[in-house]
């Protein structure tokens, strides 16, 4: 034990991606001052949730937290992979925080992963799991990942406070490595899609919605499809709540997603502001109708070939890659993306060559990936 | 975040990597330990809170604990019903010119 040399890392910044590239890297890490000046100091709920999500899919890993939880020594160990694991995601973040990294470790273990999770399927903080359905699955096709076994059942929806949602993801191994991608043409949009989610309301929520989202796209493109997905009973979780998750698809096959949430804000949440209301309005349905469909066509004017939200991803994929070159483009740099790409260099030492390109206002990135390899399998 | 947009066109490699090579993980901690060193002693005893915030209105560096989201919010919404603004993205749709689209 006293041989292993930690990576040194303060804060609670960017903890899930740290977790993450020191997993897919083998690099033993050791976070400090994890909000030690903060009124309530140490680690959250979803993040030592995340911390025992880790260990369930890998094996030989140890996890150390001191008493306050500012301090977090991580070993990683092999991933595993396996069926038919149920993890508790817990109610302080919904899946998409979890489903993220998730996906990348599943593709890097010894045996294909199927994993039920539950806790919040909806929420305004992180990508819903609409969106992770229509739109990050298939960004790992780019990549070269078999679709075969990549899937994402909901199988009841739970929107905040309480959750009470279901899903089953499945995640094939990659046989060996991802391959690089060459991917910078946007093409153009030739059609929307949409899926509605609504739980514990009136289903006619749903319809005023689409009404209002269609409004929007009628002057750009007649090919609008937006489905309607209401649950009731216990498939409906405990909350109320509802929302829209919007797909733009491109002449290329790219996809640009943005999702609306609308729930009850959460009990502590509210204590701040209880002073003039008792219960606090939600959002109409036309408004989040309108909302939904003017951040896609924000997403669409910006260009790139992902969204603003997946561009994390899509770097990381791109530093995974066997020592080839990846190119991609991108709209304006988010302050997220900007984190991962830090991180990549931090912790994979891959640096990429980043030009804007003045014509169009958009970002190209280059870089040349640092050849992992799927070793859990070479073990086996 | 309006920064991070402004800065877009100057140099991106090093908006991102910093201007050296380990500039993004020294800068905190340089800045802390001046700021720390210029402190005289009634700055001693300060409340947690309060030297935190006197820490980042000084110092231009991300703030250590952010919301770690992926999704991106701060979109300001556009009233898409304003001609010029259709206008401005009509040829990224299949209904619209495709020469033009082509030249991107």
Redesign the interface.
Known sequence: MGKTSYVRLKGSRQFRQRLLLATLSSTPILVEDIRSDDTSPGLRPHEVSLLRLIEKVSDDCTVEINETGTKLRYKPGVLMGGKYLVHDCGLSRSMGYFLEPLILIGLFGKKPLSIRLKGITNDSKDPSVDTFRTTTLHMLKRFGVPLEGLELKIESRGAPPLGGGEVVLGVPTVPNSLTASHWVDEGMVKSIRGVTFSTRVSPQIANRMIYAARGVFNRFIPDVHIFTDHRSGPAGGRSPGYGLSLVAETTSGCLISTDVAISYPKADETDAMEDSEEKPEMLPPEDVGVQAASMLLGEIEQGGVVDSTHQGLLFLLCALCPPDVSKVRVGKLTPYGIETLRNIRDFLGVKFVIKPDPTTNTVILKCVGCGLKNLSRKVA | ?AK??SR??GN??Q???GRNVTA??TTSQEAHDSSESDDSDEDFFMP??E??KKLSDNLDV????????????N?Q?????DEDL?K?????????D?SK?A??
Not at chain 2, 88 to 96: E, K, M, Q
């Open positions: 975040l991070t947009v877009q066109n991106l490699m908006l991102v990597y993004s993980t947690k809170g030297r935190t991300d703030i250590v604990d952010t919301e770690d989201s992926s999704k991106f919010n979109i919404l556009k009233d898409w019903s259709v401005s993205i009509r040829d990224r749709f299949v209904t619209g495709w689209a030249q991107r």
